[in-house]
């Protein structure tokens, strides 16, 4: 028998909107499937909440302050890899193994980020290689065709559930593909639509009639990443890898909302992480309290980080986390959190900025001044205080709790800071 193949499958903002999460209204029966043949664990993060540097420490195990990936890697970011780094397919390519990877890349430069097989956005139109799963699926049998007897490296990387580029096609791109004339038709895809009313809102988020109907859809955009798990599991079957593949999913960051994507709050780090071993079938079924990280695909990462999202958003923030207490060091508190486009320019975030200029409840747990303004420490406890709504890193009852996480947070970091007197000259 050869060698175990390894399938990675990843969604894009991509939170716990799903049955195998305990959403009872979100219907997800392929996510379903694989974790009947998987463990499920409770307790996954991201090391940065944030697209490119979260996919670089995937496919690098080195979180992006190592690799070099501190933003952006498309657009006016560009933001690249150092050249010395060993990406997941290039150290898997000298050991046998076919590589290839179909959908959302987001990272660079090609030589780091190497595969066999590429197709991505880099030379396809995004939505036909990261969200039409009639197209993946052909991709992926093209994949298939090129590699009878090698164990492989498959990534696929949805596009699914990011904000929508293209405005014709809904906040989430939720009408790409749905059969009218005027959208197209993704024949593997039978759309799910959901009454706002039903939906469950997240607790970090206003319950508001603006905030209903973008998780509706969002709801519809995650049954066509769930369809396209049915489609990677099928393929993998009707070819005869399915028995002998480690297949995993994830997500990059949280989901596209306030006070999630890009923020190291446990609704910006929180990921979901479904493991299927073909070895170990004992634990099929089963759910862990264990820890652990997306840089785990290649190798352990204990702490998170975050810096760069757009080129100028620079807010670095470290976060550490136990099972009880998460702390978060903003380093740069002095200023404003930057809020990314996609995440500005979304119904939920306007209604809670409308809502704030004209004096009108926002329904939400914070107001915007404390989102934007953030002490430089934030200790909160995960188990008492879910919401993080407290503080306590000001707490003198919690001194040595702080101290303990503070010294874990920032031991052998380099953290810039200005000594002496500073002169401004106009």
Request: hydrophobic residues 30%; proline residues 7%.
């Amino acid at each position: 028998m050869r060698n175990c193949s390894v399938g990675v499958a990843q969604g894009d903002d991509v939170g716990f909107e799903t049955s195998i999460y305990n959403n009872t209204v979100c219907r997800t029966p392929n996510l379903e499937r694989l974790a009947q043949r998987s463990v499920t664990l409770k307790h996954g993060y991201t090391s940065v909440s944030s697209c490119s540097p979260s996919r670089s420490a995937i496919m690098s195990g080195l979180p992006s302050h190592q690799n070099g990936i501190y933003g952006l890697n498309g657009g006016v970011h560009h933001f690249n890899a150092f050249s010395g780094v060993q990406s997941l397919p290039v150290i898997l390519k000298p050991h046998g193994f076919k590589t290839g990877i179909i959908g959302k890349k987001h990272v660079g430069p090609a030589d780091v980020y190497k595969y066999d097989y590429e197709r991505t956005e880099f030379n396809h139109p995004m939505l036909q290689v990261a969200r039409n799963i009639t197209n993946m699926k052909l991709l992926v049998r093209e994949f298939f065709a090129t590699n009878a007897s090698m164990p492989f490296l498959l990534y696929i990387g949805f596009n699914d559930c990011h904000r929508c580029p293209e405005n014709k096609f809904g906040d989430f791109c939720e009408k790409f593909g749905n059969g009218q004339p005027e959208y197209g038709v993704i024949p593997d895809w039978k759309p799910q639509y959901y009454d706002p009313a039903e939906v469950i809102v997240p607790p970090f988020l206003p319950d508001t009639p603006a905030t209903r109907g973008d998780i509706a859809n969002q709801y519809t955009v995650m049954s066509r990443l769930d369809a396209g798990i049915g489609m990677l599991l099928d393929e993998l079957e009707s070819h005869g890898y399915l028995d002998n593949t480690l297949i995993m999913y994830t997500a990059d960051n949280g989901i596209p909302f306030p006070n999630a994507k890009t923020n190291l709050y446990e609704s910006g780090m929180g990921e979901p992480y479904l493991v299927s071993s073909p070895v170990d079938r004992s634990r099929w079924g089963q759910v862990s309290d264990a820890f652990a990280s997306t840089t785990d695909i290649l190798q352990p990462c204990s702490t998170g980080c975050h810096n760069f999202h757009e080129v100028y958003m620079y807010y670095p923030m470290r976060v550490i986390r136990d099972k009880q207490y998460r702390l978060l060091h903003n380093l740069n508190y002095y200023a404003p959190y930057p809020i990314a486009t996609d995440l500005y320019d979304n119904p939920t975030f306007k209604d809670i900025l409308n809502r704030t200029l004209s004096k009108q409840p926002t329904k939400w747990f914070k107001t915007l001044e404390q989102y934007y303004y953030r002490d430089e420490f934030e200790l909160y406890d995960q188990v008492n205080d879910p919401l993080e709504l407290t503080n306590l890193a000001y707490d003198e009852k919690f001194a040595s709790v702080f101290q303990k996480c503070r010294r874990r947070c920032i031991n052998g970091v380099w953290i810039p800071t200005i000594t002496g007197s500073v002169t401004l000259r106009v």
